[in-house]
């Protein structure tokens, strides 16, 4: 839950590129070292699907860390956790998309009550005052982020005989290995520099917070979730996010608008309902 507000501190010392990359950098390093130790050296090979988890890594692991650490930059963490809850809508409709499975219309009407929520609360009742200020930049890339993770949830059901292990940690790769590009091509472009030691030991806890419990325990536990729950159960129980995020920003003096309260409870309880909704027609 503390992702986002420690992530927007974070970046005033490591730009986006550079936060993306040493959080997975060493988050697959360590990945790479738990499945040898506790599925073999031959665990690590791709037996035919590098394709897949190239396209599925890239999309979800690149994609998602671009957008949202970029958009972040510009927007605020409250905003961050809000639009990221839109991934339980995106998932329903994307299921609906790929595999033909329609939504209930209770589901439909909870993802309208949901969409309007996070317009709320991303324009705080003015959509022009949104327009300026460069906050709906950040916003959308946010939400382009949202959209990458849903395609990457979707992933699991390609790689049947993966451990959630395996399949973290061999989507990493690839996706580790983008983020590394973009940080290369926006260095040389001058859109990002290259930290320093000193820059690195200043967030050195932060750092440690992002590559041990969000890349190795977030993404492996996620993973795990996925394959067990599904992919539109998994991103229900991600609800309590913006809750932790906006709990957090008001201890730290943040005093939010009566419109942002409204429409976050309306994303909440709209995602709430459908979750019991659809738990009590299973």
Same mark, same amino acid.
């Given at each position: ?106 589901? /439909? %009407?909870?993802? +309208?009550?949901?969409? #309007?929520?996070? @317009? &709320? ?9 949104? $327009? ?84 190795? /325990? %977030?993404?492996? +536990?996620?993973?795990? #979730?996925?394959? @067990? &729950? ?9 609800? $309590? ?42």
């Amino acid at each position: 839950m503390p992702l986002f507000p420690i992530a927007k501190r974070t970046l005033p010392y490591l730009d986006a590129y550079a936060l993306g990359t040493v959080r997975y950098g060493i988050g697959v390093v360590l990945l790479l070292l738990l499945l040898a130790a506790t599925e073999g050296r031959q665990a690590l090979r791709y037996d035919g699907r590098l394709g897949a988890a190239l396209v599925f890594g890239m999309i979800g692991i690149t994609g998602f860390n671009l957008f949202v650490w970029i958009g972040l930059e510009y927007t605020r963490p409250e905003h961050a956790s809000i639009i990221v809850q839109m991934q339980t809508p995106l998932t329903a409709l994307a299921v609906w998309l790929a595999r033909g499975e329609r939504p209930a219309r209770f589901t /439909l %009407g909870c993802v +309208a009550v949901a969409i #309007a929520g996070v @317009l &709320l609360v991303v324009t705080q009742g003015d959509p022009l005052r949104a $327009l300026a200020g460069g906050d709906l930049v950040g916003d959308v890339l946010i939400f382009l982020g949202a959209l990458s993770w849903v395609i990457y949830t979707l992933a699991a059901g390609r790689f049947a005989g993966w451990s959630p292990l395996r399949l973290t940690a061999l989507t990493c790769i690839p996706g580790t290995v983008g983020l590394l590009l973009a940080n290369i091509i926006a260095v040389m472009l001058g859109a990002a520099a290259a930290p320093s030691l000193a820059t690195l030991g200043a967030v050195g806890w932060q750092i440690a917070y992002f590559s041990i419990c969000t890349v190795v /325990l %977030g993404v492996l +536990a996620f993973n795990a #979730a996925a394959r @067990l &729950l599904g992919p539109l159960n998994t991103m229900l129980m991600l609800n $309590l996010v913006p809750v932790g995020v906006f709990a957090i920003e008001a201890a730290l003096g943040r005093r939010f608008a009566a419109s942002e309260l409204i429409g976050a409870a309306a994303v909440i309880g709209a995602l709430a309902a459908n979750n019991l909704y659809v738990r009590a027609r299973a």
